[in-house]
């Protein structure tokens, strides 16, 4: 079982920054690669970024000039620093760690979601 937490979440004026980090843990061989999505009160959850074992990330059009995301020292951990938040980035966002495990090649599993509200 992998256990994903996200932190880093909070208050913010606009063009404020924040920066989330998120931390994967338990049994598994490795991470394929992690993403951090969003989801707005009455919207869908949208992918926000990704990165992938080879360090390689991907953005969506929204966070592109804006967010960084980044690993940390070690590869089970990684952050999203944003920039220049608007209201519209307002949001709880999940991250979501794609591991090998004993039981799968490719397994999903998601945090519990960290509130980012930024105000106007």
């Known amino acids: 079982q992998v256990q994903v937490e996200e932190s880093g979440g909070g208050d913010v004026q606009a063009g404020g920054s924040l920066r989330l980090s998120c931390v994967a843990s338990g049994i598994f061989f490795s991470i394929n690669s992690i993403s951090w999505y969003r989801q707005a009160p009455g919207k869908q959850r949208e992918l926000v970024a990704t990165?992938?074992?080879?360090?390689?990330?991907n953005y969506a059009d929204s966070a592109k000039g804006r967010f960084t995301i980044s690993r940390g020292n070690a590869d089970n951990t990684v952050y999203l620093q944003m920039n220049s938040l608007k209201p519209e980035d307002t949001a709880v966002y999940y991250c979501?760690?794609?591991?090998?495990?004993?039981?799968?090649?490719?397994?999903?599993?998601w945090g519990q979601g960290t509130q980012v509200t930024v105000s106007s």
């Open positions: 979501n760690a794609a591991a090998f495990t004993p039981h799968s090649d490719h397994d999903e599993y």
């Open positions: 990165i992938t074992s080879d360090g390689s990330p």
